[in-house]
C-alpha cells in the first residue's frame, strides 16, 4: 500500500484537507462547495495532481487560493483550465445542482463513501441524484457484462443477482448500459434490493435513452442512486466510461462478471478491482468456444472465483464481513451450510469446486466428503489428546507449532500473518510486514510451491 494512501484510509488525510469540525459539514455549508466543484473543473476527473496539490494544502479553498496564485508548478493545460475557470462558473453550477436535487459530495465529506475512499484515486468529488443513504451499505456488489447478453447470461444475472437480493440487505452497483447492467438493476427493484448506477456521464443526463423508464423507477421507488464523478452535463464520451470503472468496483466489495468477450469493458472493471484489492467472481462460460465468454475464461484462468450460484457471491461476502452476514441455515444445502457455519477450519479443506456442484448423487457425495472428514479430525484429535490433562512441556509445543510453519522466518511471518487476517492483497502484506514487495512474492512463491499459501486473483494470497 502507497504511504499517502495508509494515511488517507486512516482518515489522517481528510483531517488534512479539512481541518474544520464536523459541524462544519459542506452539506451543511453549500458556499464551500464552490472550491470543489472549481478544482473538479481544472483538474477533470480521475486525477491524481490534485491529490499532490491538496496534501500540501489545509483545505479545497486554501488550495484554489493558492492554485490562482500561481505557488504550484502545474502542467500547462492545468494551468489554462485554472486561468479560465471562475468561481462564479462554480458558483452557478452548485445552484443548479441545488435547484435539480443533485448533491455534491467532496472527498473529504462524511457521507462520502468510505469504502470508495480506500482505492489509489478516488474522486474528488462525487455528483449524485437519488437515496444517499444507500453509500453506507456495507454489502454492495458490482455487476457487470455486455450490452448484449446471451439468453445464459439473462438467465445466470436473473438467478444470481436476484437470489442475492432476495436475502435482504445488498446493495447492487452497475454501470447503467444496455444489457446485462441494466437487467442487474432492474432485478434488484424486482427483489426490493437497492441499486446505484455510476455514470460516464453526468447524473442529469438521460443515457442511454433506452433506460430512460428504468431511470424514473429507480428515483421513484427511492431504492435507486445515480453517481458519477462528471459534473451535471457532461457528455457520455468513450474515454469516460473507462474511467468511471475504478468507481464502479471501488463501492463494492464484490465484482461480478456475468459475461465479457476478449476486448469486453467489462474486464477493466475486474483489473479495477484486482488492483484495489477487491474480490472478483466470474460466470463460467455457456460454451467455450464462442467467443462471447473468451474474456470470462481468461478471468477465470488467471484465479477469478467461479460464480455458479447466489451462495458462491454469498460465500464470498461471508469470508470477508463474517460478523455481519445474515444467511438463514434451512435455506442452504447441507454442503453449504458447512461452508458457512464451520469456525474450525474443516470447510477449507474440502475442495471448493465440490462444494459449489448441487443436487442428486452430488449433494450424497458432498455429505460423505463431509462426514469422512469430521470423522477424520475427531480421529486425529482424540489421539493427539492425553487422556490426563497435562501440561505439554514447551519443547513439545515448540515443535508441534514448527510442523505446521515454513523453514524461514519471512515465511512464517507471512503464513502467520495470512492465518490471521485472511485473504489478503500482496501491496497491504508487504507494508504490514514491512517487507520490499518483490521480495515478498518470491517468498510468496516458495510457500505456493511447499502448500503453505494460495495465490488468488488480483494479487491476492491466502493461507493454506
Request: some cysteine.
Amino acid at each position: 500500500m502507497r504511504q499517502w494512501r495508509r494515511g488517507f484510509s486512516s482518515g489522517k488525510w481528510r483531517r488534512r484537507v479539512t481541518r474544520m469540525p464536523e459541524q462544519e459539514s459542506h452539506l451543511r455549508q453549500p458556499e464551500m462547495l464552490r472550491y470543489w466543484v472549481w478544482l473538479l473543473s481544472v483538474f477533470g476527473a480521475g486525477s491524481t495532481l490534485v491529490f499532490r496539490i491538496l496534501r500540501q494544502c489545509f483545505s479545497a479553498q486554501d488550495a484554489c487560493e493558492r492554485i490562482r496564485a500561481g505557488e504550484f508548478a502545474l502542467p500547462a493545460p492545468i494551468r489554462k483550465n485554472a486561468a479560465s475557470v471562475t468561481l462564479e462558473q462554480a458558483d452557478s453550477i452548485v445552484y443548479f445542482c441545488r435547484q435539480h436535487s443533485i448533491a455534491l459530495l467532496p472527498v473529504n465529506e462524511p457521507v462520502y463513501p468510505a469504502v470508495l475512499s480506500e482505492i489509489d484515486t478516488p474522486p474528488v468529488l462525487l455528483t449524485a441524484k437519488g437515496n444517499l443513504g444507500l453509500l453506507g451499505n456495507p454489502f454492495s456488489f458490482a455487476v457487470v457484462g455486455t450490452r448484449r447478453p446471451s439468453p445464459y447470461t439473462e438467465r445466470v444475472v436473473t438467478q444470481i443477482v436476484g437470489g442475492v437480493c432476495r436475502k435482504g440487505g445488498f446493495t447492487v452497483v452497475s454501470g447503467f448500459a444496455k444489457g446485462v447492467d441494466a437487467l442487474a438493476h432492474r432485478t434488484a427493484l424486482d427483489c426490493g434490493a437497492n441499486t446505484i448506477a455510476v455514470l460516464g456521464c453526468g447524473v442529469n443526463v438521460n443515457y442511454p435513452h433506452e433506460n430512460m423508464q428504468l431511470r424514473e423507477r429507480m428515483l421513484a421507488e427511492g431504492k435507486g442512486l445515480f453517481l458519477s464523478e462528471y459534473l451535471p452535463g457532461t457528455e457520455p464520451f468513450p474515454a469516460n466510461f473507462p474511467r468511471r470503472n475504478r468507481i464502479l468496483s471501488g463501492l463494492s466489495y464484490v465484482t461480478a462478471v456475468m459475461e465479457a468477450g476478449a476486448r469486453s469493458g467489462a474486464l477493466v472493471t475486474a483489473q479495477c478491482a484486482g488492483d484495489q484489492g477487491r474480490q472478483v467472481c466470474c460466470v463460467p462460460p455457456a460454451d467455450i468456444f464462442d467467443a462471447r465468454y473468451a474474456g470470462g475464461a481468461g478471468l477465470l484462468r488467471d484465479g477469478a472465483a467461479p460464480l455458479m450460484d447466489a451462495q458462491d457471491l454469498l460465500g464470498v461476502f461471508y469470508q470477508n464481513r463474517e460478523h455481519c452476514i445474515n444467511t438463514m441455515d434451512n435455506e442452504m444445502r447441507p454442503a453449504q451450510m458447512h461452508l458457512f457455519a464451520d469456525s474450525s477450519g474443516l470447510a477449507s479443506r474440502i475442495n471448493v469446486a465440490l462444494l459449489a456442484q448441487s443436487g442428486g448423487t452430488q449433494a450424497e457425495l458432498v455429505g460423505s466428503v463431509v462426514r469422512s472428514r469430521q470423522r477424520e479430525i475427531a480421529a486425529a484429535a482424540q489421539t493427539a489428546q492425553p487422556a490426563v490433562e497435562t501440561e505439554m512441556p514447551a519443547s513439545a509445543v515448540k515443535s508441534a507449532a514448527s510442523a505446521v510453519l515454513p523453514d524461514s522466518e519471512t515465511g512464517i511471518r507471512i503464513v502467520e500473518y495470512l492465518r490471521a487476517n485472511g485473504e489478503t492483497y500482496a501491496d497491504d502484506i508487504a507494508a504490514a510486514l514491512d517487507l520490499d514487495l518483490s521480495e515478498l512474492l518470491a517468498e510468496l512463491t516458495v510457500l505456493e510451491l511447499d502448500g503453505f499459501a494460495e495465490s488468488l486473483f488480483g494479487k491476492h494470497y491466502r493461507a493454506l
